[in-house]
């Protein structure tokens, strides 16, 4: 870590040698499982030819291909990945606390109620799926953070008020689920796990559009956040507008991980795991944004791959392969580990 | 002692509360029997065959199953997050929701289990078996057993075994169909051997966790403090991760994953001993949240049984709909002792 600074142009900052590789390594990584996810598929395409075809150049049938069915779903795995991997960094560092995530504020829970609700009473008011998921994160994390205002927030009211709301809303969607027929359970259940299959370019324009404008946001707010870290009252010292800079972490994390889960399902894990992966990989002191979201499309991208591959003639969806894949990383990071700061 | 008389005064109200409510899940049912036929009927006098046979064969013991349960979760609760030092704590973090749920799902697809009583041993043999190897993936490496290192491994083994669960029963519908409604969380349907068989699970969990009740005041100083102090840390965690290991396992297996209870309850139990002047100290919080959780269960079972006469609702449901209002508005209210 070094610090420098320029007279022209008038900047400083730190140079972290450590993070910028690793940014660098993952979005490689990140890449390469992207261009697989569209490599593979009933017509085999090389990952040469995936490149070209991403550059615009093949064949019209491979370019088809590629344009219209594998573009999209590898794009929405990113995207997802991205945002929720960025999103739960934020609420991790907001938080000060490493089980933070939009989860917890009951975004994730309000969403497939929504759904569920949809799916088992058969009402969808002339909505898509994706719509309704969308809708109903916004309105609960809309409403936590009402029931949490009283003459400004802290971080602490809106967790507490998030798992109130959370916990009704886990529980009006197992009711809905153990209320229903059997067959709209199942179809309730599968979105619930999160899952990638079919998605094409109607679901993944809003989230592209939602990512173009809130990841740099969500990215600028992260050097903000860092002073929150010591406390609202140390922040405001330091000059931070404390109510402003949550407010708007709460509407960049919750609008990535709205338009996340409608586009591919409340996909476990990822917001919650990602963020403790990269800061144990970039050996940080809290969960860096940009690391954690190419973590989290990295960790999308290849479990979508293994769901595709792992068992002949059946896909399992994404969201069942994150935890499967997710998991073993984040605990092998634990347990090698050696001093108590990097271990937690 | 003046110093204690806030608290054992909220402690006897809550126990007068725990009490009468007892009496009306006794009474209150599809069918109502006054409140002096139940006294009557329980001190040993028969007053008539049905009033004996509904109390003492249906509705004893389903109020026995949510004393024993509830207790079990708000202690659990209560401890979890002393040793994790983590608010967002809940009982189920050491994978034993997630252990109990695969294992009656696996139950269930792998070996063609269908039974009830089947059910319960293979729950609880889940939730046993991954809380012990949630605790001993927390403690290798070098740095040993620390708070986020027990919570992280947690939700690793947890999402690892709610993937395979979630796989299972999405190929299976037959397993998805039973899961469903153990899922829920519900009181009903439970005999009284059911219920004396997690008994003993519950009664050794109580103990180690009141035992440990002093250690875990220190411990909330940090290690090095605790250590000064005389405690030994590792000991106590050990104890601890046994103590809601019984627990929530027993709680977990019959009446379904309601852990939720035991996040919220603690929370509950904190602004009550600050209110009663005893501030967040865990020989306090531990007997409050015995007495808050039940409390909370029974009620939801009395408005499941009631709101939809003859059929019944979930108490798992109807716990969040009457609890997280409740939990929000307390929130709102006070300012919050944090851990």
Sequence with gaps: MTYFRLAVPPISGVFRPRMLALCLLLAAAAFLAFCSVVAVGDYPITLPEVVQALAGVGDPGTLLIVRELRLPRALAGLLVGLAFGVSGALFQTMARNPMASPDVIGLTQGSGTAVVAAITLGWTG???????????????????????????????????????????????????????????????????????????????????????????????????????????DVAAGLGTRVQLVRFGVLLAGVGLIAFGTAAGGPIAFVALAAPQIAQRLAGAAWPPAL?????????????????????????????????????????????????????? | MVRYRGPALLIGSLGALLVLLCLLSLALGA????????????????????????????????????????????????????????????????????????????????????SLFGFIWFALAGALLTSLVVYALARLGRSGLTPVKLALAGIAVTSLLFSVTNAIILIDPESLNRYRFWSAGSLAGQTGEVVLQILPFVAAGTLIALACAPALNSLALGDDVATSLGRRPALVRAAGVIAIMLLTGAAVAVIGPVVFLGLVVPHVARVLAVRAGVGPDHRWLLPISALLAPILLLTADLAGRLAARPAEIQAGVLIAFIGGPFFIALVRRRRLAEL
Excluded at chain 1, 313 to 336: F, K, Q, S, Y
Aim: proline residues 4%; glycine residues 14%; aromatic residues 4%.
């Design chain 1, 291 to 344: 690391a954690s979201g190419l973590t989290g499309a990295l960790v999308v991208l290849a479990a979508d791959l293994t769901g595709a591959r792992l068992i002949p003639n059946m896909e399992l969806p994404v969201g069942i392969v994150t935890g499967v894949l997710g998991a073993p990383v984040l605990l092998w990071l634990l347990i090698r580990a050696n001093r108590a700061g990097s271990g937690g």
């Design chain 1, 126 to 232: 002339g909505l898509s799926v994706q719509a309704i998921g969308l809708l109903g994160g916004l309105a609960t994390a809309l409403l936590v953070y009402a029931l949490a205002w009283k003459r400004g927030t802290t971080g602490y009211r809106i967790i507490l008020v998030g798992i109130g709301v959370s916990w009704i809303c886990t529980s009006a969607t197992d009711w809905l689920i153990a209320r229903g027929g059997l067959f709209q359970a199942q179809a309730a259940v599968g979105w619930l796990v999160g899952s990638l299959n079919g998605r094409d370019w109607n679901a993944v324009l809003p989230l592209a559009l939602a990512c173009a404008v809130l990841l740099p946001c969500a990215l600028l707010l992260g050097r903000q956040l860092r002073t929150l870290q010591l406390g609202d």
């Design chain 2, 31 to 114: 069918l109502s029997i006054p409140l002096d036929q139940v006294v009557q009927t329980l001190t040993g006098h028969d007053v008539d065959r049905t009033t004996g046979n509904v109390i003492w064969s249906v509705r004893a013991p389903r109020t026995a199953l949510g004393l024993a349960a509830g207790a079990a979760l708000g202690v659990s609760g209560a401890l979890m997050q002393a040793l994790t030092r983590n608010p967002l704590a809940d009982p189920g973090l050491l994978g034993v929701s997630a252990g109990a749920a695969f294992a009656i799902v696996a139950a269930m697809a792998l070996l063609g289990v269908t």
